[in-house]
T-cell receptor, first 114, second 116 residues
């Protein structure tokens, strides 16, 4: 069964600093991996996804993530944080083609300080 | 194009009362889902549907029932609400396996339920 572990339930960075949100996964088959973002009082929206093409995936708003099979990781990064990046971020994993089996991590709340 | 719409957005119930949350999507998606979100727990799947007339249990189905009588609608029911069901409920939809399914879910804005 797939599972996802997000290291750090809260991350705080200064505006302009590097954002690094960590995600490790467990899957018995090659996974699909996702990062979703949730802004306050809103639903989740897709930030980026890995579906076995390029290992470095670029998403919206300047975010990117790198799939590292050897480390079973899919960390999310952004070179320079903006105040508007403050939100909760969820990593998710599914086996290929099985969206009903999407498993979410517990989330990381990102705070951006001026 | 509304996407995924949930009603109501807020509701307060007393223990033992019943209610239904309605989810409607206008993207012609086959799959629909109900999740609950609780602090520190992430999203947990309650029930899902892979097509009109079908439903299946997710991770935390107890105390909930669902129906998918029309493709565009997915209803979540609480027959006898309990304080443990206080949560934010999210509906989502996605393409089916036979279409351009990449696992992406499209979410509604959530329904905040409080059970006293």
């Amino acid at each position: 069964a797939q599972s996802v572990t997000q290291l750090g339930s809260h991350v705080s960075v200064s505006e302009g600093a590097l954002v690094l949100l960590r995600c490790n996964y467990s899957s018995s088959v090659p996974p699909y991996l996702f990062w979703y973002v949730q802004y306050p009082n809103q639903g989740l929206q897709l930030l980026l996804k890995y579906t076995s093409a390029a290992t470095l995936v670029k998403g919206i708003n300047g975010f990117e993530a790198e799939f590292k099979k050897s480390e079973t990781s899919f960390h999310l990064t952004k070179p320079s944080a903006h105040m508007s990046d403050a939100a909760e971020y969820f990593c998710a994993v599914s086996d290929k083609g099985g969206s009903e089996k999407l498993v979410f991590g517990k989330g990381t709340k990102l705070t951006v300080n001026p | 194009n509304a996407g995924v719409t949930q009603t109501p957005k807020f509701r307060v119930l007393k223990t033992g009362q019943s209610m239904t949350l309605l989810c409607a999507q206008d993207m012609n998606h086959e799959y629909m889902y109900w999740y609950r979100q609780d602090p520190g727990m992430g999203l947990r799947l309650i029930h899902y549907s892979v097509g009109e007339g079908t439903t299946a249990k997710g991770e935390v189905p107890d105390g909930y029932n669902v129906s998918r009588l029309k493709k565009q609608n997915f209803l979540l029911g609480l027959e006898s609400a309990a304080p443990s069901q206080t949560s934010v409920y999210f509906c989502a939809s996605s393409y089916s396996l036979g279409e351009a399914n990449t696992g992406e879910l499209f979410f509604g804005e959530g329904s905040r339920l409080t059970v006293l």
